[in-house]
Every structure is written in C-alpha cells, then in structure tokens.
C-alpha cells in the first residue's frame, strides 16, 4: 500500500530527495540502452523511497539549519536503495510476482535471466558508489547484503512449515528487512560524520523500526485488498511464508486445527479466502499490531537525545505513522 512518507514533512527533505532520484537514474545507466531500460525500470515505477529519506534524515539530525544534504549524504541514500532495488529483482524471481510496485515485475516482463543479472548490476551499481564513501561505508553495505541474503534463506527453509516458530520468524526479518533499514540510518550517520554514540542511536532506531515495518507489511498481506496493496493479496499464504499472525493462530490459536489442515502446501482460491479469515478472525493480527508497536515504540525511544532537532523528531513521527497504515485495515 503506498503511503505518503511522513517524513516528507522535514522542509528541506523533498529537494533532497529529487536529488537522491537524479542519482539514482544516472547511476543506472549502462552504454548498453537494454541494461539501462531493464535497470531503470523498478527506479521508474516509484516506491516510497523510505530508505534513502532515512538516510538523508538521520544525516540532518546534526544541522539545525537545515541546509541542503552533502553530495555523500545524496550518495549514501542512492547506494542503500539500490541494495533494496537488487534485493526487490531478486526476490520477485523467488516468488514468481507478476507485480511490483503496481507495474509488471522485471521477470514478469523480461524473464528470470535478465531481472537476475539487472539486479546485480543494481547491488554492483550500489557497491561502487559506497567505496567511494569509504571503507566503513562500503564494508557496512556488504555485510549487510550478507544479512539480506541470511535472512531470504532462514525464510526459504521454512516456506510451508506450519510449526515455524516466532523466533525463526523474526530472526528472518532482523535480516531481511530490519538490517537495511538499520543501515540506511548508520549510513546516514557515518556520512554526515556524526558523533559515534548519535550514529549508534539511530542504527537502533532504523532497525527497530524495521522490525516494525515488516510486522506491518506482514499484517497488511492478510488483511488489505489487492487494490490496497497494490499486489495479489494473501500472497504469503499462497508462498508458504507463514508470517507472525499466522505462526500465532498455529500455535494454538481460535481454529489452529483447521488452518493446520490448510495450509502446508498449494492453496486454492476458497482456501486461501478460509484461512484469510481465520486468522482475521483470530485476535492475532491485533496481537501482531501489539509486537510491531512494540517494535516501533523502540525505534522511538532509541532517539530520545536526538528528537530535539526537526529530523530526530520526523523520524520519531515516522514510526508513530507506521502503525496508523496497518490499523484502517485491519479495522475492517
Ligand atoms: C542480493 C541484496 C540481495 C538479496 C538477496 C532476495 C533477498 C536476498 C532478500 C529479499 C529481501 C526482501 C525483498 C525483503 C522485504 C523487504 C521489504 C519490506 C520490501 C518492501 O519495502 P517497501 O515497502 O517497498 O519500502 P518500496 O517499493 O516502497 O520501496
């Protein structure tokens, strides 16, 4: 579901990020005009671009003037929404989608072959730009490409397991989303050479609120419309990725029996819509809502020393915001 980043309420951010989007086009194009198109494409179709704001937020939580963010600041958002372009080309062949970001996905337009090897050239795009910004810039956006990658497989080994356990669960999503969230801010940080301990607090908050966000993203998969999402809904259901409201009804939640019995391999359109609504029906997407408020609440409280300045506070208002796209959902 694509919501307004809350964010964009910091007065400078949206200059800022119109130039994060000119580098982020030319840092695509290749002499090859196919690679370039195929590269492009996701960049084209938009996306919330919260990593780069991240970036360039935590930056200017040490310039109450707001000026204009440093080119390497610029280039820091660019190389982390580049690893997160890669990783979405990626990740689209694993599933199959047919969609991303409303447009048809790359494989789905130009076959697995192609979006694989666009999608290194988008990680191989992102690594130049990051030695560039050093070698702690450079060796943090690796190891994080690694904790990508580990958390993808830790899910990949328990696609239609109906007794993955919560901790597997989020031990999957510390890698697969909360560590580059984590990293967009600690880039932002070491770029906008910030003192260590500000750097520290808001590599916290980036990855707490992380964990947040893909709780969200995981919740809004069982209750929101394909319309909403922009994407088939329930697709995780129909993956086998059994996310945290569905782990709960299985452990023993209102008709654990009978979502058992549904899921562990291929669902059907009736079956989906059943197991749909025995988890809605459950009370864990409100539990689930009460761990990725948790979550949220400390990314927040991870920048109490910073929410003085305007961005300490937007990213504070960030996480707050989190919360509200996934509560009119599930209200239904
Ligand atoms: C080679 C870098 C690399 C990774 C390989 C495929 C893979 C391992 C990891 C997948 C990681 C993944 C896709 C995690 C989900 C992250 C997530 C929440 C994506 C959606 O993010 P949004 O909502 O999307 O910010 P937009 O489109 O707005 O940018």
């Known amino acids: 579901m694509s919501q307004p980043n809350p964010l964009l ?3 400078t951010l ?16 290749a002499e090859d005009p196919f690679l370039t198109e195929v590269a492009s494409h996701l960049i084209n179709a938009g996306g919330k671009r919260v990593r780069p704001a991240f970036s360039v937020t935590a930056a200017a939580t040490r310039n109450p003037a707001m000026e204009p963010a440093p080119p390497e600041v610029i280039s820091g958002a660019v190389s982390v929404e580049l690893v997160h372009l890669g990783s979405l ?9 047919l969609t991303r970001r409303t447009v048809e996905s790359v494989n789905a337009r130009w076959g697995n072959l192609k979006a694989i090897l666009a999608g290194d050239y988008l990680l191989a795009r992102a690594s130049e730009i990051a030695a560039s910004l050093g ?5 943090l956006l690796a190891s994080t490409i690694a904790r990508l990658c580990e958390g993808q497989i830790l899910e990949l080994q328990h696609t239609f397991n109906v007794q993955r356990s919560e901790e597997s669960y989020l031990a999957s999503i510390d890698g697969k989303t909360a560590s580059l969230l984590g990293t967009a801010c600690r880039v932002g940080g070491i770029v906008g050479d910030l003192p260590r301990p500000i750097i520290e607090r808001l590599t916290q908050f980036g990855h707490s609120y992380g964990m947040a966000f893909q709780i969200v993203d995981d919740i809004l ?7 909403e999402l922009g994407k088939p809904s329930g ?3 129909v993956e086998g990725v059994y996310t945290l409201p569905v782990i709960r009804v299985l452990a023993g939640g209102t008709d654990a029996d009978r979502l058992g019995e549904l899921l562990g391999g291929p ?4 079956g989906l819509a059943e197991a749909r609504s025995i988890v809605r029906a459950s009370g864990a997407v409100e539990t689930a809502l009460d761990t990725a408020r948790f979550y949220a ?16 506070a937007a990213l504070v208002a960030a996480a707050d915001h989190l919360l509200e796209t996934v509560r009119v959902a599930a209200q239904r």
Request: aromatic share 2%; hydrophobic share 40%.
């Open 89 to 97: 080309y990626h990740d689209d062949v694993m599933d199959d989608a």
């Open 135 to 139: 070698t702690e810039v450079a060796g």
């Open 235 to 237: 697709h995780d259901l």
């Open 9 to 11: 309420l910091l007065p």
């Open 267 to 270: 669902l059907e359109p009736a």
């Open 221 to 227: 998969d069982v209750v929101a419309t394909d319309e």
């Open 297 to 312: 609440d400390q990314a927040a409280s991870a920048l109490t020393d910073v929410t003085d300045s305007e961005a300490g």
């Open 14 to 29: 949206v200059d800022d990020l119109a130039r994060v989007e000119d580098q982020l086009r030319l840092s695509v194009q």
